[in-house]
């Protein structure tokens, strides 16, 4: 006989996965947030924004790449959650915006309730941390297109920002300081590469070279830096011009977005220590310079452009905040390229 779940679909499973992760969604509420008996769809109170003059709303998505094939080896679930909202949240809050909420979709081969809940669970701490709601999302089981002990995730959230208040080029001007806000290691990008390394030289997650005080697994696993809070917080203060997510293309391709064709930027690298987790990719992968800054954030995962008499202000509130960071550089007249200089 026949059946969904001898064809490999387990709805049984599904509906514990549901009730396993009930108690992390409501960890990661709003009070906009607005409860849909149905489970089809997730409200959200849109008269909340009536305070704001003219509102626009921002919407962003993305994933978590091939970290997750690492957490997968680990068999560890609970982090990755946190890399994707950081991917999508911050990517909100370099126009201002402030994240609502955030649905998300996980495909997997086969549901094991533990495994959903524990990578759910990560989500909605994401979502705690960011400041936005998880007002949904779906679990799909995909027999015969993904194996049974693999999945991959994805998120959408949508955020809110008055008109204007939104951060970008334009705002940019010559004699602006350029603020790295500190990374907290590799994050979600070049994995590829950091995959790649690991094979060739046949680095065992579990070992912890002489450069790590942890299994080189543990530290690749580290989240995604959320920044969410940080960057409203350092808007705010009036001081910001722009803000760049430092994700694929390194710091040098995602600063220049940031910038309009009449400025560059010139970032001194001694500004700065990277985390020691890039010496070991470059010194074990033998990867050149170039293609480090070009593939990995190098310690910087945000970066902010702000006014030149507010730099050292910006510094000290988010150090109030808990988060390093450092006066990197200068925007100077150009034609919108971000130069890093060693001196």
């Known amino acids: ?94 126009c201002g915006a402030e994240p609502l909420f955030l649905t998300d979709y996980i495909a997997c081969g086969k549901v094991v309730p533990e495994r959903i809940a524990a990578i759910v669970a990560g989500i909605a701490e994401g979502c705690r941390q960011a400041g936005c709601a998880l007002v949904g999302g779906e679990t799909a089981e995909h027999p015969g297109m993904v194996a049974a002990d693999e999945y991959d995730l994805a998120g959408a959230a949508t955020g809110v920002v008055e008109a204007d208040r939104v951060l970008g080029p334009d705002r940019v001007r010559p004699g602006d300081a350029v603020v790295g806000l500190a990374s907290s290691g590799v994050h979600s990008n070049g994995f590829s590469l950091v995959r790649h390394v690991l094979r060739e030289a046949n680095l065992p997650l579990g070992a912890t070279p002489p450069e790590l005080t942890r299994p080189l697994g543990e530290e690749l696993l580290t989240p995604t830096r959320i920044y969410a809070k940080d960057c409203l917080a350092l808007a705010a203060t009036g001081a910001v011009r722009a803000f760049a997510h430092i ?55 945000m970066a902010a452009i702000v006014a030149p008499d507010s730099a050292d202000a910006a510094v000290r509130l988010l150090a109030d905040r808990g988060l390093p960071s450092w006066i990197i550089g200068e925007i100077t007249p150009g034609a919108g390229s971000t130069r890093i200089t060693d001196t």
Do not use: C
């Not at 514990?16 to 109170?45: C, Y």
């Not at 220590?273 to 070991?280: E, G, K, L, Q, R």
């Open 1 to 94: 006989m026949s059946t969904y779940e001898a064809a490999g679909v387990d709805i049984a499973a599904g509906d514990r996965a549901v009730e396993l992760i009930k108690a992390s969604l409501a960890r990661a509420r709003r009070p906009e947030v607005v409860d849909e008996a149905s489970g089809f769809a997730g409200l959200f109170d849109a008269s909340a924004l009536k305070g704001y003059r003219r509102p626009l709303l921002a919407t962003s998505t993305d994933g978590v790449g091939t970290k997750v094939l690492l957490a997968q080896r680990l068999d560890r679930h609970d982090t990755v959650g946190i890399d994707l909202v950081a991917m999508v949240a911050d990517d909100l809050v370099v």
């Open 247 to 301: 994700t694929g293309g390194g710091l040098a391709a995602n600063l220049a977005r940031a910038l309009p064709r009449t400025v560059d930027a010139v970032l001194r690298r001694d500004a700065w220590t990277p985390p020691a987790i890039f010496s070991v990719l470059r010194s074990y992968g033998g990867i050149p310079p170039a293609e480090m800054d070009k593939t990995f954030n190098m310690g910087v995962g």
